[in-house]
């Protein structure tokens, strides 16, 4: 895998920079524009004494010349990006470049402003000009460089960005996929367990309990893999999971909603949250028919709260609290927020923030 990582790496170093970057209508402008500035302000062609054409043609050269020298520099800096980086060998790259391009611009630039003067001058060289005009391009090369260079760091900036956002996503949906497929065997095993109980002690609605797990299943499968539910569709698979708990327990257990129906439709709620919470109460606390667990949900400034009395049960194996851990982590990474659990010697609160619509 690793060798294949390598590989795949040597092989995107080696696609040349210069099809990344759309830079012609930049080097359009900019190469006619330095091979008739510089000429015009280092005097190298002389107006009074060249006719129209030899103006035209001598324009037309110093063209040729910005061209010669803007291409090979960009060849230059494209070639020594595959072997050095910025973030890497800061000090290693900066000197390179600046040997690179001094080493090429400099000889180029006085060789071809010879052949100008043998064309247009008959041999005759000013040196001043020449070394005024190669002083001129150099500083140009310079200045076109950082640009080059300062768009290169701020895309490299940018697809980092991207890339590690990209991983952060990935992570999360992992992590995310994780949480949900805890609930399956989770919920199974306590099903099942109920299940169990319910042949021994109440065959007679053993296959009652079936059927309508059956249907309280078919939601989580349906379900599981979504982020967000409307808060109606998850008030009714609570009424429906809390059918199969009034058969087993009957009137020992209840269950009292004060939402209005108007809000049903106007909140999301990560799927298969209150179930939890309810199996949590039935897990953890002791009731019957003479004195039943009630399990009450508000719905208030956007906070649902989930509240029944503590009557502690002794339990054989102390909690795994899968599930309260399992909620909270499935809602930091579905809405960025957490529950809140209030506890005392006699009540046991949940707040679960849910999103309005719109």
């Known amino acids: 895998m ?27 402008i900019l190469i006619p524009f330095f091979g008739i500035a510089i000429p015009l302000i280092t005097r190298l062609v ?3 004494s060249f006719s129209n054409w030899e103006i035209k043609l001598s324009y037309a050269y110093t063209i ?12 230059l800096l494209f070639t020594l990006r595959t072997y050095f980086n910025w973030f890497n060998q ?41 070394t005024e005009a190669t002083l001129i391009i150099m500083v140009c090369v ?3 460089v950082h640009v080059y260079e ?34 399956d065997p989770h919920f199974i095993f306590n099903s099942l367990n109920t299940l169990s109980h319910l042949i021994e002690e109440k065959p007679q609605r053993a296959r009652q309990f079936n059927d309508n797990l059956a249907d309280v299943y078919r939601y989580i499968l349906q379900n599981k893999r979504r982020e967000l539910v409307l808060l109606r569709e998850e008030m009714q698979f609570l009424n429906d999971y809390f059918s199969l708990l009034v058969i087993r327990f009957e009137n020992a257990v209840r269950l009292n909603m004060n939402i209005p129906d108007s809000l049903m439709d106007q909140f999301l709620i990560p799927p298969i949250s209150l179930q939890v919470l309810v199996e949590n109460a039935i897990k953890h606390n002791e009731f019957s028919e003479a004195s039943p667990l009630v399990v009450n949900i508000d719905l208030q400034e956007e906070v649902l709260t989930i509240h029944n009395q503590v009557r502690k049960k002794i339990l054989r194996k102390p909690s795994s ?15 960025g927020k957490e529950i809140a659990v209030t506890v ?3 009540d046991f609160t949940v707040s679960l923030p849910v999103l309005k619509i719109g």
Request: aromatic fraction near 10%; hydrophobic fraction near 45%; proline fraction near 2%.
């Open 2 to 28: 690793e060798k294949e990582l390598t590989k795949s790496n040597s092989t995107a170093t080696k696609v040349p920079v210069a099809s990344q970057v759309n830079d012609i209508g930049f080097r359009l």
């Open 46 to 48: 002389d107006h009074n």
């Open 64 to 75: 040729g010349l910005s061209f010669l020298i803007w291409e090979g520099n960009r060849y």
């Open 90 to 130: 800061p000090i290693r790259k900066l000197v390179v470049l600046i040997f690179s391009v001094s080493f090429y611009t400099i000889p180029v630039s006085i060789l071809l402003l010879m052949g100008w003067y043998h064309i247009f001058k008959a041999g005759l060289v000013n040196w001043n000009t020449v």
């Open 142 to 144: 310079v200045f076109i």
């Open 150 to 183: 300062t768009f290169f760091l701020v895309k490299e900036s940018e697809n980092e960005m991207l890339k590690n956002a990209q991983l952060g996503r990935a992570k999360v949906e992992a992590e995310l996929e994780a949480l949900k497929n805890q609930i």
């Open 321 to 335: 609290r899968i599930g309260l851990n399992n909620l909270d982590e499935r809602y930091k990474l579905t809405t």
């Open 344 to 346: 005392t010697d006699h």
